[in-house]
């Protein structure tokens, strides 16, 4: 049964740090490329970070360059997010996800609300 557990959600102020992290199972976690999205209310599913199998290659979203980064621990099957300088505008469900440009896996997903 694949899983997909995120962890580390939560109310944080402008200008704050959270760090994510995706426990991954049920797969083989080193054929897959990972990620994180976010879905605001009203708004689209859309790309936060991915990297790739071997961890070399990432990809942002626009709107995060530079204050997020992705990571992938192989060994604990685990892919983490550390989001810096958070602003209000990045308060959103955050899901994890299994795949590069196809996602085959979802979690469920950890809000994040930025506010003071």
């Known amino acids: 049964q694949v899983q997909l557990v995120e962890s580390g959600g939560g109310l944080v102020q402008p200008g704050g740090s959270l760090r994510l992290s995706c426990a991954a199972s049920g797969f083989n976690f080193r054929r897959y490329a990972m990620g994180w999205y976010s879905q605001a209310p009203g708004k689209e599913r859309e790309l936060v970070a991915r990297v790739s199998i071997t961890g070399v290659n990432t990809n942002y979203g626009d709107s995060v360059k530079g204050r997020f980064t992705i990571s992938r621990e192989d060994a604990k099957n685990t892919v983490y997010l550390q989001m810096n300088s958070l602003q209000p505008k990045d308060t959103a469900v955050y899901y994890c996800?299994?795949?590069?440009?196809?996602?085959?896996?979802w979690g469920q997903g950890t809000q994040v609300t930025v506010s003071s």
């Open positions: 996800s299994a795949g590069w440009s196809k996602i085959d896996y």
